[in-house]
């Protein structure tokens, strides 16, 4: 029975341990029950705690509101506050009332800044009509972008029993949020922004926000990391959004760059103060241990790969997009390799972009990641002869060729039917000359018969 017993606390204590890919120091212990750490670039993720366990979202749900205003709304357009909204929220808020009229773009950074709980309901509203029909179309987003076990129920994540997420799910909605190219930009704008003015409204005077994510800004305050006091404010620090209720205790979303290298965070389940200390502590161990390394650039050349029935018979393959991979701190870049694997024909019609093979990345001998190979340009579907794998090109050189040939044979046959004429022309003359000639030798040869005959009848006359 003892054996049983320690063999059952040697499994429960693997359990426990947090897991994480590999790594040369010890991992930070956390306070918050569930997190996450993720290489940005490559998402490769570097350690997690109960990544997967469900938690009360709390104010971090907003990244996802944030993301789907900016899919759907244009930041210039002005919204009018309905009469409800205004008092259907409670913790963090603007004051907002019926009839106030702000731009999408005052009412994302409201709430991105100081967490604005009412900004959230107008924007949900705006883009759907009803709290209710937003929340679905979160969770269909949310889906698309990776989330496994996430249900949203309002945009500002004030507390619902229903309302759930995880930090995995949490850092794959951040990850697309921070990294994708139509939206990021502004996306990255917001979550930076540590102070926001906005202007007298048709209703309210102005209003300054400060954000509440410490890690941006705050070189007073001090929290403990590793055993150490620090100052909140986080060197290279790029986002992302704070959540806290009574039920979901301290969440965080953060993210941080440095020398090439960015790490996304997630805390959920922790204390106020705790969710910065866990952050900070896991981006340190974070950048300590790996760095994120380019691997190949978009565009570049990986062969070609025949097309049949084309207007060429070949067509380019290129990489679709840049590919990083996330190294050991310590470890050369030389442990990168790549194969490529390009299909070996495709049939036309091909599309500029089309996807025509992959490139697989290697870090020694284990396989990283696999992206697409796509085709460089357009081909379209070639002529006749390109059913017998001759390019229009060639196709075209082949009838120029021909059209030169029979018109050389026409020229010929011009020139010889001229010249025959000619030659049937001079034959004509040559017999009308000869006939002229015996004509006229005829014509003469009487003239001397008759003057012959004229003179021998003078002379026979004579004689008498």
């Not at 179309?137 to 619902?160: C, D, I, S, W």
């Not at 010929?412 to 000359?433: F, N, P």
């Not at 015996?438 to 009848?457: G, L, P, T």
Request: aromatic share 6%.
């Amino acid at each position: 029975m003892k054996k049983l017993l320690s063999i059952l606390l040697i499994i429960a204590v693997m359990l426990s341990v947090p897991v994480f890919s590999y790594g040369t120091t010890e991992t930070p212990a956390l306070i918050g029950e569930t997190a996450i750490l993720m290489d940005m670039t490559t998402g490769k993720i570097l350690y997690e705690k109960n990544a997967n366990d469900t938690r009360y979202p709390a104010s971090c749900t907003k990244i996802m509101t944030a993301l789907l205003a900016l899919e759907n709304l244009d930041v210039n357009k002005t919204v009018t506050v309905d009469d409800k909204t205004p008092y259907e929220v409670e913790g963090s808020h603007i004051a907002l009332v019926p009839g106030e009229q702000l731009t999408v773009d005052q009412l994302l950074h409201a709430m991105m800044t100081e967490s604005a709980n009412d900004c959230a309901l107008v924007l949900g509203k705006e883009i759907s009509g009803t709290t209710e029909d937003f929340a679905a179309l979160m969770n269909q987003r949310a889906k698309e972008l990776g989330a496994k076990n996430t249900n949203f129920v309002n945009p500002n994540g004030l507390h619902n029993d229903a309302h759930v997420s995880t930090a995995y799910d949490l850092a794959m909605i951040a990850r697309y949020a921070m990294t994708n190219p139509e939206t990021s930009q502004a996306f990255r704008e917001l979550v930076t922004t540590y102070k926001y003015y906005i202007a007298p409204t048709n209703k309210q005077p102005e209003r300054f926000l400060y954000n509440t994510n410490r890690l941006l800004y705050d070189t007073v305050n001090k929290v403990v990391v590793n055993g150490e006091k620090r100052v909140f404010k986080y060197d290279g620090v790029t986002g992302v959004k704070t959540g806290y209720t009574s039920h979901a205790g301290g969440c965080l979303v953060a993210s941080a760059e440095r020398n090439g290298t960015e790490l996304l965070a997630v805390v959920m389940k922790s204390t106020d103060p705790g969710r910065f200390a866990d952050c900070m502590a896991l981006m340190d161990w974070g950048f300590a241990n790996f760095k994120t390394v380019p691997a190949l650039t978009a565009g570049k050349d990986l062969g070609e790969t025949k097309v049949k029935k084309g207007s060429v018979n070949q067509v380019q393959a290129v990489l679709a997009e840049d590919v990083s991979v996330t190294l050991p701190a310590e470890a050369s870049e030389n442990v990168i390799s790549t194969k490529v694997l390009l299909d070996e024909t495709v049939n036309a019609p091909v599309e500029k972009g089309q996807n025509i093979g992959t490139v697989e990345i290697y870090e020694g001998d284990n396989l990283v990641t696999t992206v697409g190979a796509v085709a460089a340009k357009t081909v379209t579907e070639g002529g006749l002869l390109s059913y017998v794998g001759i390019p229009d090109k060639t196709a075209k050189k082949i009838g120029l060729t021909v059209l030169a040939v029979f018109l050389v044979l026409i020229a010929w046959l011009v020139i010889y039917i001229m010249i025959k004429r000619r030659q049937v022309r001079l034959r004509r003359e040559r017999r009308r000359l000869r006939a002229e000639r015996r004509r006229r030798e005829e014509i003469e040869r009487r003239a001397a018969w008759e003057a012959e005959y004229e003179r021998q009848r003078r002379d026979t006359w004579q004689q008498r």
